[in-house]
């Protein structure tokens, strides 16, 4: 892993909640906080990507009605870095939205 930082702790947190949509990941404080400025996406989508190598988190995806399910590593890395899918703007084409939770949140 790369060194864990302000925002891999953030969503690790925020994902002991339940399922987060990626939108809402963006606007926790502790990820909005880190001095990104118009690379906050990119910054956190890495993250995600990193924890999730890491089996910290896990990813699921469904439209918004839908039960959401889980996805393979491969296709949530792939969802994790693409940028359209920290808006729920891109859900009015169809695009299914993209929840993250901790790991730790199954455990307990």
Same mark, same amino acid.
């Given at each position: 892993?790369?060194?864990?930082?302000?925002?891999?702790? %953030?969503?690790?947190?925020?994902?002991? @909640?339940?399922?987060?949509?990626?939108?809402? %990941?963006?606007?926790? %404080?502790?990820? $909005?906080?880190?001095?990104?400025?118009?690379?906050?996406?990119?910054?956190?989508?890495?993250?995600? /990507?990193?924890?999730?190598?890491?089996?910290?988190?896990?990813?699921?995806?469904?439209?918004?009605?839908?039960?959401?399910?889980? /996805?393979?590593? @491969?296709?949530?890395?792939?969802?994790?870095? *693409?940028?359209?899918? $920290?808006?729920?703007?891109?859900?009015? *084409?169809?695009?299914?939205?993209?929840?993250?939770?901790?790991? *730790?949140? $199954?455990?307990?």
């Amino acid at each position: 892993m790369t060194e864990m930082t302000r925002v891999h702790t %953030a969503l690790l947190e925020l994902g002991l @909640e339940d399922l987060i949509p990626l939108p809402e %990941a963006l606007s926790e %404080a502790g990820v $909005y906080s880190e001095d990104t400025g118009d690379q906050l996406v990119t910054v956190v989508g890495h993250a995600l /990507v990193d924890l999730l190598r890491n089996d910290l988190i896990q990813v699921f995806s469904g439209h918004w009605s839908v039960e959401p399910v889980l /996805v393979s590593r @491969e296709a949530a890395e792939a969802m994790l870095l *693409d940028q359209r899918r $920290y808006s729920y703007d891109a859900e009015v *084409d169809g695009t299914e939205r993209v929840y993250y939770v901790n790991v *730790d949140n $199954y455990r307990e």
